[in-house]
């Protein structure tokens, strides 16, 4: 009895050790939160076990990194020894120019946010009908459940709203695919959005799954990935010169324009997605168009918000064109 207890301790331990202290809770599978569909499909047939490190029974998060780092592994071995170069781009991210995560919304949203100071919280937690997110991601990775972002683009997908919500990249839990669920299914299955996601479908889908402690890496590595074979992200990318890219890309030093050239080239991208509320806390900044200043300084938020120029302080605003 008494061995059995220390055995519970232990595991109960290693699981609580497993999550950074700043990913939060962690929920069971069966709960069906932003993700699950993807692990309860790998349970029940896992052939490159990639649940192994969690193990079966283990939960959302901690699987979904699993996941991740299963992934993580089978790209280095696909890439092999990488050059001076390549290994420098990778420290180049990590330590001067961390992938940017980026959620767009409206002024109505973001007032929502920072007067009221409500949490970014999914449709199914708000009761609601889901925006934009098709039918299709809902059924492979519970996507009505999910907050989206983008990382990689300094200035996130525009079409999402005017208002730019860049959040912390250690804050809260999230994980990114390479491909939206939508995108994913019309161009790589070559299948309907309208048709159902099957089993087959979700364990693909989780061979480019990466959570949020991963994401410099991986995208490092998939830039690389593309930079050797002169590709781009669904071949969508501008143009570029494979002998000098990488030189280019090392002469940066400003992190905007670093991956403006990367989301330029298309080289490197994840849509991200959160399992838990995005609160003010979660939050780097905010940037509104300047124009929309005047209705922002109605709002009566907090003097020191305000930084010294538009682009310093928590509450910050942008003329360009993104």
């Known amino acids: 009895m008494k061995n059995a207890l220390i055995l519970f301790v232990l595991l109960f331990i290693q699981s609580a050790w497993s999550l950074e202290p700043y990913q939060g809770q ?26 192994d490190s969690s193990g079966v029974n283990a939960k959302l998060k901690e699987s979904l990194e699993s996941i991740s780092t299963a992934n993580l592994n089978y ?5 092999g020894t990488l050059s001076s170069e390549e290994q420098a781009l990778i420290d180049h991210i990590e330590q001067n120019h961390p992938v940017p995560i980026v959620h767009r919304t409206s002024l109505d949203v973001a007032k929502l946010m920072l007067v009221d100071r409500k949490s970014l919280s999914s449709p199914v937690k708000r009761g609601a009908p889901p925006r934009v997110t098709p039918g299709i991601e809902q059924g492979l990775f519970s996507g009505w459940d999910c907050i989206y972002a983008s990382a990689g683009p300094p200035y996130g ?18 994980w990114g695919s390479i491909y939206t669920g939508f995108s994913w299914t019309k161009e790589v299955v070559g299948r309907s959005i309208y048709d159902p996601a099957t089993e087959s479908m979700k364990r693909d889908f989780a061979k480019q799954i990466y959570t949020n402690n991963h994401y410099n890496e991986a995208i490092a590595l998939h830039i690389i990935h593309h930079v050797r074979n002169g590709t781009s992200i669904r071949s969508k990318g501008r143009p570029y010169n494979k002998a000098t890219i990488l030189k280019e890309l090392l002469k940066i030093t400003n992190s905007d324009r670093f991956w403006s050239k990367v989301a330029y080239h298309r080289l490197g991208f994840l849509e991200a997605h959160y399992t838990d509320d995005v609160s003010l806390n979660d939050i780097e900044f905010v940037q509104f168009r300047t124009k929309d200043m005047p209705v922002v300084k109605l709002w009566g938020l907090p003097s020191k918000w305000y930084g010294a ?14």
């Open 309 to 322: 120029g538009a682009y310093s302080g928590f509450i910050q605003h942008y003329d360009r064109e993104d």
């Open 75 to 79: 790209y280095k071995s696909i890439l």
């Open 157 to 174: 997908i525009q079409n999402y709203g005017t208002v730019l919500v860049r959040l912390k990249n250690e804050s809260n839990f999230s």
């Open 26 to 51: 962690d929920h069971d599978v069966e709960d069906w939160r932003c993700g699950a569909p993807v692990v309860e499909t790998l349970r029940s047939y896992d052939p490159l076990d990639k649940l």
